[in-house]
């Protein structure tokens, strides 16, 4: 079965405190690895999508970086508008056929204080 | 920038009422996605729909579940007798090309059974 696990389910940094969201999965075979920003109340935001190990992509303050096994989210210097869930999400294959199902992770809540 | 909408924001019913829930994807958006997250849970993975029929979908979405594109804009995800386990936050997503590409989530309808 299909696992995603994130770790910290919650955390507090100081503005410009930069850190890393960790994001490990379980897949029988990846197509893809999905970060997503989730404001309290509303539907989950596109950030990145990752293909292989060894991939980065950076958009502003957050850079994600993929490896046979995890994934990260780098956060540098982050402002108090960075608060929000981080969601982690898989695309694996299904029956060696394309999937386009995700599967999440629970999510890391990140509090950054002015 | 285009978005998907869904409506209603909220909907409260009663035990073994039907309801539907509706979406606008993207509009040039061909597979389409639902999608549901029971408070303080992971986001889940109902069922994906492309070319008019199913495409995959889990095995919370039983027979209890239906879905229908039944015009060029909308979709909807009708759930046939409500139980109180299905109170939560439904999300609908549409992506361009299917597998691999991003999915783009709406603001939700939060379903209260009561």
């Known amino acids: 079965e299909d696992q995603v696990t994130q770790s910290p389910e919650a955390l507090r940094l100081q503005e410009g405190e930069s850190s890393s969201l960790n994001c490990s999965y379980t897949?029988?075979?990846?197509?893809?690895l999905f970060w997503y920003r989730q404001d309290p109340g509303k539907g989950p935001e596109f950030l990145f999508t990752?293909?292989?190990a060894g991939e980065e992509k950076e958009k502003e303050r957050l850079k994600a970086t993929l490896t046979k096994k995890e994934s990260f989210l780098h956060i540098t210097a982050p402002k108090p508008e960075d608060s929000a869930t981080y969601l982690c999400?898989?695309?694996?294959?299904?029956?060696?056929?394309?999937?386009?199902?995700?599967?999440f992770g629970g999510g890391t809540r990140l509090m950054v204080k002015p | 920038e285009p978005e998907v909408t869904q409506t209603p924001s909220h909907q409260v019913t009663q035990m073994g009422q039907e309801v539907i829930l509706r979406c606008v994807p993207i509009s040039n958006h061909l597979y389409f996605y639902w999608y549901r997250q029971i408070l303080g849970q992971k986001v889940e993975f109902l069922v994906s729909f492309y070319n008019n029929e199913i495409s995959e979908k889990s095995e919370i979405f039983d027979d209890q579940f239906s879905v229908e594109r039944p015009d060029g804009s909308n979709f909807t995800l009708k759930i046939r007798s409500t139980k109180l386990e299905d109170s939560a936050m439904y999300f609908c997503?549409?992506?361009?090309?299917?597998?691999?590409?991003?999915?783009?989530f709406g603001p939700g309808t939060r379903l209260t059974v009561t």
């Open positions: 999400a898989v695309q694996p294959f299904l029956n060696n056929n394309a999937g386009n199902m995700l599967t």
């Open positions: 997503a549409s992506s361009d090309r299917g597998a691999l590409d991003e999915q783009y």
């Open positions: 897949v029988s075979g990846l197509r893809g």
């Open positions: 990752l293909y292989s």
